[in-house]
């Protein structure tokens, strides 16, 4: 992993929210319990606390805010060294290796507000445990398939599936990693499908 290389003419950096229309809808909140219990493991603790840190800013500035890096630093409990073998630069890198963050350019990252349900490759990652415990969390979510609230989100979420340009077969297995059920997941790709067509008046 290399470590993300801070200007070294200033001591801000300009945030913007990583705005994703799927993630955005289906993501845990940065400071939510998933993200603490789940995403903890995965990302690291100073990863996790500066997405935490970020979120907040979010609350405040939905579109952008200027990041004093020193302030951060100091408030996630990594200090302030900012050369690239220091914890800022490398906690950076990590956000942006596991997606959580992205350079925009030297000035500027996005960062998103929201994260995904883990995928089966990071639920591996994880102990026994705490893979069982996500089994049962996912399980205890409200909804279930006859659930009219979760199914109304299950085709909502194809349909910003199949806008972004995913295939029927693709956005059902994606719906499936988010831990939908299978039936419910090919019944909103049939919905979005079916709402993706012409009418005759339409195609007339």
């Not at 090919?186 to 007339?204: F, H, N, S």
């Amino acid at each position: 992993m290399r470590a993300l290389v801070l200007p070294p003419e200033s001591d801000r950096m300009l945030v913007r929210p990583w705005v994703d229309p799927v993630l955005d809808q289906v993501g845990y909140d940065p400071r939510s319990p998933y993200v603490e219990r789940f995403w903890l493991g995965i990302l690291g603790p100073s990863a996790t606390w500066f997405v935490r840190y970020v979120a907040d800013r979010f609350d405040r500035f939905p579109t952008e805010f200027t990041l004093d890096l020193k302030d951060c630093a100091t408030a996630i409990g990594i200090g302030g060294n900012r050369r690239p073998t220091g914890h800022l630069p490398r906690t950076l890198a990590r956000c942006c290796e596991f997606r959580v963050a992205r350079v925009v350019n030297r000035h500027m990252i996005e960062v998103r507000s929201r994260l995904a349900p883990l995928t089966q490759r990071q639920l591996n990652r994880l102990s026994d445990s705490l893979r069982a415990e996500h089994e049962r969390w996912m399980a205890d979510a409200p909804g279930a398939a006859h659930n009219e609230v979760l199914a109304d989100r299950a085709r909502r979420l194809a349909l910003s599936l199949l806008e972004l340009g995913e295939d029927a077969e693709s956005a059902e297995r994606q719906l499936e990693r988010w831990r939908f059920p299978a039936e419910l997941a090919r019944q909103a790709i049939g919905w979005a499908l079916d709402r993706g067509r012409p009418t005759v008046a339409g195609a007339m």
